[in-house]
């Protein structure tokens, strides 16, 4: 199994900067793709951004110019730089891996944090 822990969440005011940090352990094999998907109370999951270890990263249109999504291959883990939040930002996210990724859904990531929450609010 892969364990995924995730960090940095909290509360910050509309505009400000947050960044999400995920560490991998376990039986991480190839681990080619890492991402962060978020799921806000009522909604459907979404996945936020991935990155690729051939260098690729996708991003969802609705953060895309304001997070940043970066790898440390050396010590597995994956950082989410959130910028200009706003209150539609606000969710729960999640850390996610896989050995493949598609730019169709489920997108290959099987492997998932627990989570960490991030409030955007004044």
């Known amino acids: 199994q892969v364990q995924l822990v995730e960090s940095g969440g909290g509360l910050v005011q509309p505009g400000g900067s947050l960044r999400l940090s995920c560490a991998a352990s376990?039986?991480?094999?190839?681990?080619?793709?890492m991402g962060w998907y978020r799921q806000a109370q009522g909604k459907q999951r979404e996945l936020v951004a991935v990155?690729?270890?051939?260098?690729?990263?996708n991003y969802a249109a609705s953060v895309e110019g304001r997070f940043t999504i970066s790898r440390d291959y050396a010590k597995n883990m994956v950082f989410l730089q959130m910028n200009y939040l706003t209150e539609e930002d606000t969710a729960n996210y999640y850390c996610?891996?896989?050995?493949?990724?598609?730019?169709?859904?489920?997108?290959?990531?099987?492997?998932w944090g627990k989570g960490t929450l991030v409030i955007v609010s004044s």
């Open positions: 990155a690729l270890r051939d260098g690729t990263t």
């Open positions: 376990g039986n991480i094999f190839s681990m080619f793709a």
């Open positions: 996610a891996s896989g050995d493949y990724y598609s730019n169709r859904p489920p997108h290959g990531l099987s492997n």
